[in-house]
């Protein structure tokens, strides 16, 4: 079955620390994003691409980086200079109908 | 840039009372989608709309695409324990590389 796969689904970081979380596709989707969700809130836009080699920041791209060299992989770094990033991190692709399929997400908490 | 408001941000009701939820935004949109999560994972799509006045049923949930395409409203009969999470609204214009999305709606149900 076509899906996406965050991985891991828990991820401790400790301060100063990088972090990459894991978003792979099997849907064959051209476009992918990554959201940020905190506690109680809704989905905030991090990064997007639309093509294999090319992203676009979102709305809250400082502290975070990302990559684009395979159509079914879209990975997200969390960088030390993300002042707050314990949080609930949700990759999703789109198809042509603009339907978006999301991953079961990673939590990320800095300890 | 393009805003939706979604409400209520809450409710709480007793199982088996209808829900009723919606989202406006501050632009046309050419398609509404309607998601649901649980908690602890991604949302899953619920409904797809994409025509000005389309009434679409899943189940015991029905959503409508405003005739202003400004607006779009999810409906939940007879609510059941596992109706439990939060609802986001999205939608988009023509063309646009991004969905919206609505603030989320949070139900919790007493049984």
């Known amino acids: 079955d076509g899906g996406i796969t965050q991985s891991p689904k828990y991820l401790f970081r400790k301060e100063g620390q990088n972090v990459t979380l894991s978003c792979e596709q099997n849907l064959n989707h051209d476009a992918m994003y990554w959201y940020r969700q905190d506690p109680g809130q809704g989905l905030r836009l991090i990064y997007y691409s639309q093509i294999v080699n090319d992203f676009q920041k979102g709305d809250i791209a400082e502290g975070y980086s990302v990559s684009r060299e395979k159509k079914e992989s879209f990975p997200l770094t969390v960088t030390s200079a993300q002042k707050n990033p314990t949080a609930f991190y949700l990759c999703?692709?789109?198809?042509?109908?603009?339907?978006?399929?999301f991953g079961s997400g990673t939590r990320l908490t800095v300890v | 840039g393009q805003q939706l408001n979604q409400s209520p941000q809450s409710m709480f009701i007793q199982e088996g009372e209808d829900v009723s939820m919606n989202c406006t935004s501050s632009?046309?949109?050419?398609?509404w989608l309607w998601y649901k999560q649980d908690p602890g994972e991604g949302p899953v799509l619920l409904i797809a709309l994409y025509k000005a006045g389309e009434l679409t049923s899943n189940g015991r949930l029905t959503a409508q695409f405003g005739i202003t395409r400004k607006d779009s409203f999810l409906n939940i009969s007879a609510s059941i324990p596992s109706d439990v999470g939060i609802y986001f609204c999205?939608?988009?214009?023509?063309?646009?590389?991004?969905?919206?999305f609505g603030q989320g709606t949070r139900l919790t149900i007493n049984p």
């Open positions: 999703a692709s789109r198809d042509r109908d603009y339907g978006y399929t």
């Open positions: 999205a939608g988009c214009s023509k063309g646009a590389q991004k969905l919206v």
């Open positions: 632009s046309i949109f050419n398609t």
